[in-house]
């Protein structure tokens, strides 16, 4: 029943490489996020949008950037992987006072 | 830092007792929300109080808010195999604490 859809769901690659994490949903929702979250820890958020053409970094310093071309979609990406970088990507959206949505996460593994 | 806080990080309990995760959080907030993760999976909202309400209900769960002391309960009662997840509070400007890892054991 999901909404709101995250591919790959795993990815395994090389340091170096450039890696965009996809994101997409089809509710209509003005905000996206995007957290990172190691296996069992808490939840920090990286990136978030209000709306088209507007997106903001948030609590964690990542290197990753996000764009926000169309409402529906917002992709993440890391122009040169590293190990550091293993881990977990949320994606979840949501509109004005209403709990948000999420995917099932890309698990993100750096050789 | 983030937003909210669970207490306790851990909890195991057997199948039919009331399990009860507690967050605190440091700033005003318009509302409070509470989700449940499986393994491996993207978090799932369980329910919603507003900073006007002092407690909710929905099945099996029971949520209480008290702003004066920036804190939140969740009670999950009666609980089952299936309830077992980490269980997350998130302030309603969408930053989460580190989340309760509940086993309900059969």
């Known amino acids: 029943e999901a909404d709101i859809y995250q591919t790959p769901r795993y990815l395994v690659i090389g340091t170096g490489k450039k890696i965009t994490l996809e994101c997409s949903q089809t509710m209509g929702h003005d905000k996206m996020y995007w957290y990172q979250q190691d296996p069992g820890m808490e939840l920090h958020l990286i990136h978030y949008s209000y709306g088209v053409n507007s997106t903001e970094k948030g609590d964690l310093s990542s290197e990753s950037t996000v764009s926000r071309i169309r409402t529906e979609h917002f992709p993440l990406t890391l122009e040169s992987a590293r190990p550091s970088h293993t881990s977990q990507y949320l994606c979840?959206?949501?509109?004005?006072?209403?709990?948000?949505?999420f995917g099932d996460g890309t698990r993100l593994s750096i050789l | 830092s983030q937003q909210g806080e669970e207490d306790p990080q851990a909890l195991s309990i057997q199948e039919g007792e009331n399990a009860t995760m507690n967050c605190s959080y440091k700033?005003?907030?318009?509302?409070l929300q509470w989700y449940r993760q499986n393994s491996g999976r993207g978090l799932v909202h369980l329910i919603l109080i507003r900073s006007n309400e002092r407690e909710k209900h929905s099945g099996r769960l029971r949520v209480t808010l008290d702003t004066s002391k920036k804190s939140s309960s969740l009670l999950i009662t009666a609980s089952r195999a299936a309830d077992t997840a980490s269980y997350f509070c998130?302030?309603?400007?969408?930053?989460f604490g580190a989340g309760t890892r509940l086993t309900v054991k059969p």
């Open positions: 700033t005003s907030i318009n509302n």
């Open positions: 979840a959206s949501s509109t004005s006072g209403q709990p948000q949505h």
């Open positions: 998130a302030t309603s400007d969408m930053r």
